[in-house]
């Protein structure tokens, strides 16, 4: 095993600790990618910074945004939906948790990041874009905007080999010309 597969390996078995709670039983929650968990070690690390934790936090982020995003798809009042707004909320402080290890810089960077993230989705979800160009803008920053958070705070490039590969393995699910038009802008960040 090399130095980054133990890394990545110690990052699961951390993050695995925090899906063992008691709301496990009855939310399921979404499982540790271990690709997504490798680009943000390689983003996040840093001498400077406690970059276990940027990792960390950036990831329960990542879950609490999913959770509460399959919130809507919940019969209203119903335990299951109860169960997923707890769950996501549990993340969201969990998040808060590893954020309060982290330089106040850090905190402020990524407590806008998620804000921005937010509202990427929101403007998706209420088609609220003028062009395919700002779609696919607005689909980048929805879904990898934390690790651009996370490359601002340690000065890393967010897009690595790993970020490229889960980009273009997750853009599959954009309709043809918003695909066409992602990948452009890939090649075009990937050489500047």
Not at 95 to 108: I, W
Not at 126 to 141: F, G, R
Request: charged letters at 20%; glycine letters at 4%.
């Amino acid at each position: 095993m090399n130095h980054q597969e133990l890394l990545v390996e110690e990052m699961v078995t951390a993050l695995t600790t925090k899906q063992t709670t008691q709301l496990a039983r009855h939310v399921d929650f979404p499982s540790i990618n271990r690709e997504q968990i490798s680009w943000l070690i390689d983003v996040a690390q840093n001498e400077t910074l406690a970059w276990q934790s940027l990792v960390k936090g950036v990831h329960y982020a990542q879950v609490a945004l999913l959770l509460h995003e399959r919130v809507g798809a919940t019969k209203r009042g119903s335990k299951e939906r109860q169960l997923l707004v707890l769950a996501g909320d549990l993340f969201s402080s969990y998040f808060f948790e590893e954020l309060a290890s982290l330089p106040q810089t850090a905190l402020v960077t990524l407590g806008r990041t998620v804000q921005h993230v937010n509202e990427a989705k929101c403007a998706l979800h209420e088609e609220n874009y003028d062009s395919t160009e700002e779609y696919v803008l607005l689909w980048l920053k929805a879904e990898f905007g934390l690790v651009q958070g996370l490359a601002a705070i340690s000065g890393r490039d967010w897009l690595t080999e790993h970020g490229q590969r889960l980009i273009r393995r997750r853009a599959q699910s954009l309709q043809a010309s918003a695909q066409q038009l992602l990948l452009s802008h890939l090649e075009q960040m990937a050489v500047a």
